[in-house]
């Protein structure tokens, strides 16, 4: 079964400072691994994804995220933060086959605050 | 409309009474889901449906709760009873079901705004 595990519910940095989102999986096959954002009171949005190829990622934004198989590790950065970064993110992971019965299962969520 | 479209976008009830959720996916979607967001509890799985296949009911927390998919397209989520704990915010959410590696799963799933159910 998969899983994810979202180190840190609660981040907070300085605007312009590194913006580092921890996310550890578990999966028993390939993974395929997303990263979405939401704003407040708003539906999510992708962020960027990991399915095959290369393991460092680039989404909107100015977010990256790299998928390390050796830490089970798909961390979301963005060099320097802006106030209109601060929202919730939520890694997720699905099975890297299997369309037909494959759910997407998420993260608890890590709520990013931006200080002036 | 482009994106996936959710009724009602708030929904106020009393404890014991029925609601029903609408899910309009995006058209030729044929992979629809429905999330349940509750304070400090993430975003859980509910319910999957894929094309004609029997759907994976597997995340749906009690037999309250059942989805139902019309002509492949729009999805109703019905409540039944309805309890104080099934406050939350309800996401429908859709996507493609085949890409280039054939199975759909690298497929983006694009939410919609949600419906904020509040239980009195």
């Known amino acids: 079964a998969q899983s994810v595990t979202q180190l840190g519910s609660h981040v907070s940095v300085s605007e312009g400072a590194l913006v580092l989102l921890r996310c550890n999986y578990s999966s028993s096959v390939p993974p395929y691994l997303f990263w979405y954002v939401q704003y407040p009171n708003q539906g999510l949005q992708l962020l960027l994804k990991?399915?095959?190829?290369?393991?460092l990622v680039k989404g909107i934004n100015g977010f990256e995220a790299e998928f390390k198989k050796s830490e089970t590790s798909f961390h979301l950065t963005k060099p320097s933060a802006h106030m209109s970064d601060a929202a919730e993110y939520f890694c997720?992971?699905?099975?890297?086959?299997?369309?037909?019965?494959?759910?997407?299962?998420f993260g608890t969520g890590t709520l990013l605050a931006v200080q002036p | 409309g482009a994106g996936v479209s959710q009724s009602p976008s708030n929904k106020v009830t009393e404890k014991g009474k029925d609601v029903e959720l609408r899910c309009d996916p995006i058209?030729?979607?044929?992979?629809l889901y429905w999330y349940r967001q509750s304070l400090g509890q993430g975003l859980e799985f509910l319910i999957y449906?894929?094309?004609?296949?029997?759907?994976?009911k597997s995340g749906l927390p009690s037999d309250r709760f059942s989805a139902e998919r019309t002509g492949g397209s729009v999805s109703t989520l019905t409540i039944q009873r309805t309890q104080q704990e099934d406050s939350a915010v309800y996401l429908c959410a859709s996507s493609l079901s085949r890409d280039r590696d054939g199975t759909g799963s690298g497929n983006t799933i694009y939410f919609g705004e949600g419906s904020w159910l509040t239980v009195v």
């Open positions: 449906f894929q094309g004609n296949s029997a759907p994976d």
């Open positions: 997720a992971v699905r099975k890297g086959y299997g369309g037909a019965t494959n759910k997407l299962i």
């Open positions: 058209s030729g979607h044929t992979a």
């Open positions: 990991y399915t095959t190829g290369a393991t």
